[in-house]
């Protein structure tokens, strides 16, 4: 008996020591994995070295699925060509397939250059590669919603018109059934400036804090973005609002793009309240988001050496 009681005790040590629950779960965000220059990593619009880097680690992950904010390819000019560069990418993530952890892609700005690109990332993405049907009408396959355990993920595409909006329409309708305990949100162009890119949600500031505040409201704490290719956390709050109304919006645009620096300008905030938490720079890397019942915690991993990824920065909270 005294042995099984230093069992359980030694048991829930491991438990307390880990951190989470043997409930807990994971997934992954990242983004902008596309080539760019003449760089020897770089094959068909791919960053191939840093792609296959990350799907390997992703495995290891296990998460129960994947979050990719766009820019999967350098985006080329014929329909052809986007077809043959996507097909490069959905080679390197075959690891990722194959191990049943769904992928979960919204397209970017460089998945914009071609003639017909809805038609042909609605023909890549079918079978075990497609996207949920349950958008928008015109927006199937682009704009989604995935429900899992208590989580309610939405994806936005941002590029149906000229102006860099999302259907806050359809948006409203799914927080207004949303029954989820927890809200994740996410995009390619951010919401509020993190790098160099001035060409984000700030240019549409109204449908920008309209968006941001409809998070807010339905008990969302965070958005993912990429478009920059760096990690930026920074934290967003209305004036008057308490920390648990207060937006948190990763950039991880950190998936084999073109590392980028940032600026000082500080770009079109509004009226909002702006908190610098974590800026990283000259990194590749990913984002693991571990769900434990009420509790998030959200690591990203930077990548130190070839194949070798270890958390950098690290940021929790508890919805009531």
């Not at 769904?102 to 919204?106: F, H, R, T």
């Not at 693991?288 to 509790?295: A, F, R, S």
């Given at each position: 008996m005294k042995s099984l009681r230093l069992l359980a005790c030694s048991l829930a040590f491991l438990v307390f020591v880990a951190g989470a629950s043997a409930d807990s779960w994971r997934f992954i965000v990242t983004g902008d994995g596309r080539s760019g220059g003449s760089r020897p990593e770089d094959h068909n619009g791919v960053n191939t070295v840093i792609m296959a880097e990350l799907a390997k680690a992703m495995v290891g992950e296990r998460p129960k699925f994947v979050l990719f904010s766009g820019d999967l390819i350098a985006g080329p000019k014929t329909d052809a060509e986007m077809e043959s560069q996507l097909t490069t990418w959905l080679g390197l993530m075959k690891p990722v397939y194959d191990a049943g952890i769904?992928?979960?892609?919204?397209r970017g700005n460089h998945e914009m250059h071609v003639p017909h690109p809805e038609d042909v990332w609605r023909k890549m993405f079918v079978g075990p590669y497609a996207m949920p049907s349950n958008g928008p009408k015109g927006e199937e396959g682009m704009s989604f919603t995935v429900s899992y355990d208590n989580v309610l993920v939405v994806g936005l595409d941002e590029f149906q018109s000229k102006q860099l909006r999302v259907n806050q329409a359809w948006f409203d309708s799914v927080l207004k059934n949303k029954k989820e305990q927890h809200l994740f949100v996410f995009s390619h162009k951010m919401a509020f400036r993190s790098g160099h890119h001035d060409d984000g949600m700030e240019t549409d500031p109204a449908s920008r804090d309209t968006l941001i505040n409809s998070i807010i409201a339905a008990g969302g704490r965070t958005a993912f973005f990429g478009h920059d290719h760096l990690y930026d956390h920074k934290a967003f709050t209305a004036p008057g609002d308490s920390s648990e109304k207060t937006l948190h919006q990763f950039v991880i645009g950190t998936a084999g793009a073109p590392l980028?620096?940032?600026?000082d300008d500080p770009g079109n905030n509004g009226n909002w309240k702006v908190e610098k938490l974590k800026h990283i720079e000259d990194k590749y890397g990913y984002a693991?988001?571990?769900?434990?019942?009420?509790?998030v915690t959200i690591t990203f991993k930077a990548r130190s050496a070839p194949g070798v990824y270890e958390p950098a920065d690290s940021f929790s909270y508890t919805v009531r």
């Open positions: 769904k992928v979960y892609n919204i980028v620096h940032g600026t693991v988001v571990e769900i434990d019942g009420p509790k």
